[in-house]
């Protein structure tokens, strides 16, 4: 996982881009997917393409701006422990529809690349679970669906 995650900066390094705090939900949602992507120990074209995709449309980002922001969510995950600092900080500054809408961002993530592993699944359970939008209903019906493509 260190290898697709040192790979997915290296595409993204040089770029010029805006600044993002340590405290801002932007940076914290970005961990989140950055951490989805490279959970399974591959990252590929299809899933980068789609991580900055989903990155400019939720923050409105432009290019350089959405590659800004995975490198600030690549050093900021480096330097932490665990997810509960990123999932507590979004628990306090999302209301329930926006910790729905970033769990759902996860899943878009996790089939950028037509299939779901088994990680990708226990990485947004746990994240659902720690932003208390965990319906173990949904959440089954989203595992079942199958990838578009």
Known sequence: M????????????GQAGPRFGPRDQRVA???????LVGVDGEVNAVEKTRLLELLKDRFA??????Q???RQALASERESIDF??????????????????LVDMM???????GKVTEFE??????????????DP?????????????
């Open 107 to 113: 899943w878009d993530m996790a089939r950028a690349d």
């Open 2 to 13: 260190l290898h697709a995650l040192k790979s997915l900066l290296a595409d993204l390094s």
């Open 29 to 35: 949602a970005a961990v989140l997917l950055t951490h």
């Open 84 to 101: 509960e600092e990123f999932t507590a900080l979004l628990s306090r500054t999302l209301d329930e529809r926006g910790r729905r809408d």
């Open 137 to 149: 209903g949904a959440f089954a019906a989203q595992a079942m669906r199958k990838p578009e493509g």
């Open 121 to 134: 699944e226990s990485a947004i359970w746990r994240v659902a679970r720690q932003l208390g939008v965990l």
């Open 68 to 70: 800004a922001l995975v």
């Open 61 to 66: 980002l432009d290019d350089a701006g959405a």
